[in-house]
């Protein structure tokens, strides 16, 4: 009886188990329906190498892509590129998040502050960030460190913008519930502040991601050392006028920049799946 019993728990733990599994490979609908107009661009690109309809010199077939793709990516100089483009972004990124959300968490928890910095803030993000590039490289060349900063800056205005305003969505009611039962500073801020805005400020992450990402590549355009970086991959391939190098260097810094927002999505849903 005991092995009855023992075999049809296997059997249905096995059961389980694939059902499982079959379940997270099978695409739905709506990631069927996003891969839609890549597979059929993929389409018209070949119909158009293979018939002729456009020029092969400005756009190379799929084909030649591919083969520049099999080359480049076994060359060591395109992923010491990618890790330095990744680690410019990661560490700007950090920065510039990090001040945001104390800033915008400050003008929303001190009158002082707002008193004495909302006006110069709102005043700076109307400063296009291009603007921002021939005070940085007058004052810091470009190196490494003016990258970062513009990186930093690209960051900084989405999350702290998207933070205040997370924290004034809080109600007056949680507020005044606090100030009752007198919760000390960083109670009140554990507990209520950062919970309440924290929809907010990963809306302000996301965006700061993304542009974090633009700049980093933006930077190794505009701020061109000729050092390493998926920017220069491009800036190469312009040199020597070769598009299949250009395309693929953009199909690769769109790829980097989708995974890099899917796993911050992934990260958001599990610090707010308390709000289920």
């Known amino acids: 009886m005991s092995e009855l019993i023992l075999k049809e728990h296997r059997t249905t733990s096995i ?3 694939a059902g499982k599994k079959t379940k997270l490979w099978k695409p739905n609908q709506t990631q069927l329906q996003a891969l ?14 293979y018939f002729d309809w456009v020029d092969p010199k400005l756009i190379p077939s799929l084909w030649e892509v591919v083969l520049t793709a099999g080359q ?8 010491q590129g990618l890790g330095a483009s990744l680690s410019r972004n990661f560490i700007g990124y950090g920065i510039g998040a ?16 707002q008193w004495f910095l909302a006006s110069s803030f709102h005043v700076l993000r109307q400063v296009s960030l291009f603007a921002w590039l021939p005070l940085i490289s007058t004052f810091l060349g470009y190196g490494n460190f003016a990258k970062l900063l513009f990186i930093s800056l690209s960051v900084f205005y989405p999350v702290a913008l998207h933070s ?8 007056d009611k949680y507020r005044e519930v606090a100030q009752v039962y007198q919760f000390p500073k960083s109670y009140t801020y554990h507990k209520l502040i950062l919970p309440g ?13 993304i542009f974090a990402w633009l700049a980093t590549i933006g930077s190794e355009f505009l701020l061109a050392n000729y050092g390493v970086g998926l920017g220069n991959l491009v ?5 020597q006028f070769n598009v299949s190098l250009i395309l693929l260097g953009m199909l690769i810094i ?9 796993a911050l999505g992934r990260i958001e849903k599990r610090v707010l799946a308390w709000q289920k």
């Open 98 to 113: 990090s001040l945001g959300v104390a800033f915008g968490v400050l003008l929303g928890t001190s009158r002082f502050a």
């Open 235 to 239: 800036i190469r391939g312009r040199e």
């Open 15 to 17: 059961e389980h188990t």
């Open 36 to 49: 839609l107009l890549p597979f059929a661009f993929l389409v018209l690109w070949s119909f158009a190498s």
């Open 254 to 262: 769109g790829a980097v920049g989708l995974l890099l927002n899917r």
């Open 197 to 209: 805005a924290s929809p907010q400020i990963f809306v302000g992450l996301q965006l700061g991601l």
């Open 164 to 171: 205040l305003e997370g924290v004034r969505s809080i109600s």
């Open 72 to 79: 480049t990516l076994a060359q060591a100089q395109f992923w």
